[in-house]
């Protein structure tokens, strides 16, 4: 790749130099992918800041006022002042947002009120059901449909091809609580082969359990990552490069890791991260298909009775791992596409 | 064939699923089947049995002749639950979706057209808000505040609207630069009426596909609200509530689980299909013009 055509690229609005240290310098004396970690991190703390106080404000927007949202329905007068008092609920605004950060700086989500115990263990037990559940999905599904997507392009218009799109539109327009009690009925109740309710005890039993929960999550994903698969690495297939490499004799597998795939990279990572990040509220719904004590589950326990820090621990930990997804998938795309290292643009 | 020989042969242009001339049978198999909800949006009558008749006699039964589809654990006859619950399955989300496209259609204009700040401000929102989990806050919202259906549609509708814009700010950009606006500008057309005149009915086609696409999005997330119990009341015959209800007893009455899946994927795939269908036809128009 010729250094003077990226630095001409580069800098479409100046002067076109091939100096690239005088460009960097000029720009700040760091490295592209640098700074554009630095404004990302910047960007994540601002936004979770920003959902720590919608958070924050969870506990006045609930019916019946903070006091009755911690106290819970039946509490008396006598009770609901109490709570004003030890809460400091008669403070401005902004002193009491301030407690709640700094209590979260130690790591403190406050006690449930069903369940009697600190917020951050329910969450920490829960997490063990749902983290396996959401990653174990994630990697079967976008491997899984770039292969398919790949396999599928490659035999562009065959039957086979037909058959998958037609498939594709079928999981990914089927509410995915259907496609679990469908998978349920089948395998757990006909067929008798996997538990259906619950998530067992321990290593392996956990396993046994977790089987339909992912196949389903699996299924909804790899609807999505599949058909843009196909679509994108359709695209590069056509294009003139694709058409010079076979031209220059070189090898099928070549042709489709080295430029097929390598070009497909940074798009097929963004898209399995916005789909992973849509999959949230499906996998809640996957949760209680299947009885799963994970986040999901205790979020909408935690909702059916009103425990507000229940709900304010669980929806903290999304956004986290929102956060935490976009950017790993930055992070990603800089690893997999030299461009965006150098700070080109690329379309994405 | 080899895996080569795969890869070299430059085969013509393959006729795409749901493409070329001709109505292709599953759109047709579609179209029937969203005319028939249809038939039972407007006419709840059909009902054969009064869908909130509870008869605890009546019970776990199985398809009879005078319970087509069985009864679920209160004795209510699930056909005619099904046909009753047609109304919040199809109107919210065609709602939900129209205000969603509508919205969409409006700031994807805007900004297209007016490019400067306008554009920067409506980018940076769809940006923000394409990287939440919609149907996870729409959870928590309606759950915190108790808020009912209402409030479950504005919440998607809001987070429902990234996608839809950037597809169509896209489209409108593309016409805005073709030389017919610009003869309208050099008219001296206002540019309201530019906007109203000449790219709403350009990007047209692309509003209505969008349209049927998110009818999709809208049944998924709204039955997935009910399934939750969030969103509509207890009682009603919503097709996801019918299935959080009866899924215990599905041994008992496969039906009364089932035939409310079933009709909530067909009514998604349906509009899915069209959607695509018109896609592909769309696009075909814009190549051969």
């Given at each position: 790749m010729s250094t003077t055509g990226n630095e001409a690229a580069r800098d479409t609005a100046g002067p076109a130099t091939s100096d690239r240290a005088a460009a960097a310098h000029r720009r700040g004396g760091r490295s592209p992918a640098l700074r554009m970690l630095a404004t990302r991190s910047v960007g994540a703390v601002a936004v979770l800041l920003a959902v720590t106080v919608v958070v924050f404000l969870f506990v006045h927007l609930a019916p019946g006022g903070p006091e009755q949202a911690l106290a819970g329905r039946e509490a008396t007068p006598e009770q609901l002042a109490a709570i004003r008092a030890r809460y400091g609920l008669d403070d401005p605004l902004w002193q009491?947002?301030?407690?709640?950060?700094?209590?979260l700086t130690h790591l403190d989500l406050g006690t449930s009120l069903l369940r009697r115990e600190p917020v951050t263990r329910s969450i920490g037990q829960a997490a063990g059901v749902t983290a396996p559940l959401v990653l174990i999905s994630w990697l079967l599904a976008a491997v899984a449909g770039t292969a398919l997507g790949m396999f599928t392009a490659l035999r562009a218009g065959s039957r086979l091809d037909r058959v998958v799109l037609a498939l594709t539109v079928l999981a990914a327009s089927t509410p995915v609580f259907a496609t679990g009690l469908l998978l349920a009925w089948v395998f757990g109740i006909q067929l008798d082969w996997l538990p259906v309710l619950g998530a067992g005890r321990d290593g392996g039993d956990r396993a046994r359990y977790l089987v339909l929960p992912i196949l389903t999550t699996t299924l909804v994903l790899l609807a999505s990552s599949t058909r843009f698969a196909r679509v994108r690495i359709g695209q590069i297939l056509e294009e003139d490069q694709v058409t010079f490499a076979r031209a220059r004799g070189l090898s099928t597998s070549y042709v489709l890791v080295r430029i097929v795939l390598r070009n497909a990279a940074v798009q097929t990572i963004t898209l399995s991260g916005a789909v992973l990040i849509a999959m949230l509220g499906g996998l809640v719904v996957v949760e209680q298909v299947f009885a799963l004590p994970g986040l999901g589950t205790l979020l909408v326990t935690a909702i059916g009775a009103r425990d507000i820090p229940v709900i304010q621990g669980v929806t903290l930990v999304v956004a986290v791992a929102v956060v935490v997804v976009n950017l790993v998938v930055d992070l990603l795309c800089?690893?997999?596409?030299?461009?965006m290292r150098r700070g080109l643009e690329v379309d994405r | 064939m080899s895996p080569a020989g795969i890869v070299l042969a430059r085969r013509p242009r393959a006729r795409r699923f749901l493409a070329g001339p001709g109505v292709p049978p599953g759109v047709a198999a579609a179209a029937l089947f969203?005319?028939?909800?249809?038939?039972?949006?407007v006419a709840p009558g059909l009902a054969p049995h009064d869908p909130a008749l509870i008869r605890p006699g009546d019970a776990y039964q199985g398809p009879s002749s005078a319970h087509l589809l069985g009864t679920d654990p209160l004795g209510r006859d699930v056909l005619s639950r099904l046909i009753d619950g047609a109304r919040t399955a199809v109107l919210a989300p065609l709602t939900l979706a129209a205000g969603t496209i509508a919205v969409s259609t409006t700031l994807a204009v805007l900004a297209g057209y007016?490019?400067?700040?306008?554009?920067?401000?409506?980018?940076?929102?769809?940006?923000?808000l394409y990287s939440i989990p919609a149907l996870m806050v729409a959870i928590v919202i309606v759950g915190v505040t108790g808020g009912g259906f209402g409030l479950s549609i504005i919440v998607l509708l809001v987070f429902g609207l990234p996608a839809n814009v950037r597809v169509l700010r896209a489209a409108v950009m593309e016409r805005a630069a073709l030389p017919y606006v610009e003869a309208a500008r050099t008219l001296g057309v206002s540019t309201p009426r530019i906007m109203l005149t000449q790219l709403v009915p350009a990007i047209g086609p692309l509003v209505i596909t969008s349209f049927f696409l998110q009818i999709t999005f809208a049944i998924v997330d709204l039955s997935s609200l009910s399934f939750l119990g969030l969103g509509v009341p207890p009682g009603a015959s919503d097709w996801g509530r019918m299935m959080a209800e009866n899924r215990a007893t599905m041994s008992a009455n496969f039906f009364s689980t089932a035939a409310p899946g079933l009709c909530l994927a067909a009514v998604a795939v349906s509009a899915n299909v069209l959607g695509d269908w018109l896609y592909t036809r769309y696009e075909q128009a814009g190549r051969s013009r």
């Open positions: 009491q947002y301030l407690r709640y950060l700094g209590a800089l690893a997999v596409d030299p461009r | 969203l005319g028939l909800v249809a038939v039972w949006v007016l490019r400067g700040w306008v554009d920067a401000v409506i980018s940076r929102v769809v940006d923000v």
